[in-house]
């Protein structure tokens, strides 16, 4: 256990956490993560989240970034990530939220479990996202350092939902973007994506439209 027994919420455990991450990963990876602290906490004012929660799930995201897929395999296994061998196969990268707070969780015990929480889901996120967990996620996708020549105009459509939008309906959006873009480059996608999607879609399903499921109970 590497506590530190001191606030996780402090200037002061940022500051620590903040500089043990610009020695774990690349420096364009770090300063992604300096990106996502900002436009987290900027979400957080918004949408009336603990701001300093939101700093801390911002800093720590990519805390297992530092690893390859068979570094990731090797850090889920250590951390005791359940996790069934074809994910580890097919999507180990989608992993390195959940064992970067498996691994945060034991080494750093005083971190609040929303924070946790919010890291573990930023890359599959959850049928139930609570607001952290939605600003995190978000926040990595609209932060200042993601160019839209490269990730399309839809990054700039999403940071102009920003504060006009609800913060579900701002994370579904983001979702439907980041699946779309996982499509396009033809890559494997995590089992819980289409269950995320269908829980998330149907929620915002326009009205008169009718859900998949209602189709098939009408042709069978």
């Known amino acids: 256990m590497i506590s530190e027994h001191c606030d996780p919420l402090s200037d002061e455990f940022f500051e620590q956490r903040k500089t043990e991450l610009e020695q774990r990963?690349?420096?364009?990876?770090?300063?992604?993560?300096?990106?996502?602290?900002?436009?987290?906490?900027?979400?957080?004012?918004?949408?009336?989240?603990?701001?300093?929660?939101?700093?801390?799930?911002?800093?720590?995201?990519?805390?297992?970034?530092?690893?390859?897929?068979?570094?990731?395999?090797?850090?889920?296994?250590?951390?005791?990530?359940?996790?069934?061998?074809?994910?580890?196969?097919?999507?180990?990268?989608?992993?390195?939220?959940?064992?970067?707070?498996?691994?945060?969780?034991?080494?750093?015990?005083?971190?609040?479990?929303?924070?946790?929480?919010?890291?573990?889901?930023?890359?599959?996120?959850?049928?139930?996202?609570?607001?952290?967990?939605?600003?995190?996620?978000?926040?990595?996708?609209?932060?200042?350092?993601?160019?839209?020549?490269k990730l399309g105009e839809q990054v700039e459509q999403l940071r102009g939902m920003v504060g006009k939008e609800t913060l579900e309906k701002l994370f579904f959006e983001t979702y439907r973007f980041w699946t779309i873009l996982l499509l396009n480059r033809t890559s494997s996608l995590h089992p819980d994506t289409i269950t995320v999607w269908n829980e998330y879609a149907n929620r915002f399903k326009p009205c008169g439209k009718k859900s998949f499921k209602e189709m098939r109970k009408e042709l069978t």
């Open 25 to 149: 990963v690349t420096a364009r990876r770090y300063n992604h993560s300096l990106g996502v602290v900002d436009a987290c906490v900027m979400l957080a004012h918004i949408y009336g989240i603990d701001e300093r929660k939101a700093r801390l799930a911002g800093i720590l995201h990519d805390w297992d970034k530092c690893f390859d897929d068979d570094g990731i395999r090797r850090r889920a296994h250590e951390v005791g990530l359940d996790v069934e061998a074809e994910v580890l196969d097919m999507v180990p990268q989608a992993l390195h939220g959940m064992t970067a707070a498996l691994a945060l969780a034991r080494d750093y015990p005083e971190i609040p479990e929303d924070v946790i929480q919010a890291i573990s889901r930023h890359t599959v996120a959850s049928v139930d996202m609570q607001p952290l967990d939605m600003a995190l996620y978000v926040a990595d996708a609209i932060e200042v350092n993601r160019d839209p020549e």
